[in-house]
């Protein structure tokens, strides 16, 4: 996709701050700057969201969010690693190009990453039966 800033990154046609690359993902630091470490791991290929994302993908991705979480914890003194997705405008994602956020964390840090949910309305029995897959 030509006007996605992710696809521009990603592909060394926008300067970033690459953490790591290789042919198929990147990660590289939020542009944000609201924490420190906080990184962005994409594909290289453009994927709206997971929801459409196929499966060499995700794996890939998901491969290399774990390989930059390793070296968090064991190359740079982070003791932790949030990771973050949102898919979909209705979840909040703010870019459309599949994206997990990496968050290296440390005991006291005092960053709050996660979200403050309102609380459950309907009975667990009634929600798990909506939610249910078939084997």
């Known amino acids: 996709m030509t006007d996605c800033i992710f696809c521009k990154i990603a592909n060394g046609l926008v300067a970033g701050r690459v953490i790591y690359e290789d042919a198929y993902t990147c990660v590289f630091l939020d542009i944000v700057h609201d924490v420190d470490g906080h990184m962005l791991a994409v594909p290289k290929k453009h994927v709206k969201s997971i929801l459409d994302c196929d499966e060499q993908t995700l794996m890939r991705l998901m491969q290399t969010v774990k390989k930059v979480a390793e070296h968090c914890t064991q190359q740079c003194g982070y003791e932790g690693v949030n990771l973050l997705n949102a898919s979909g ?37 009634e929600m798990r039966k909506k939610l249910r897959m078939p084997s």
């Open 89 to 125: 405008g209705s979840a909040g994602q703010s870019v459309s190009h599949f994206h997990i956020r990496l968050i290296p964390r440390r005991q006291g840090d005092e960053v709050d990453a996660w979200p403050r949910l309102p609380g459950a309305t309907l009975p667990d029995e």
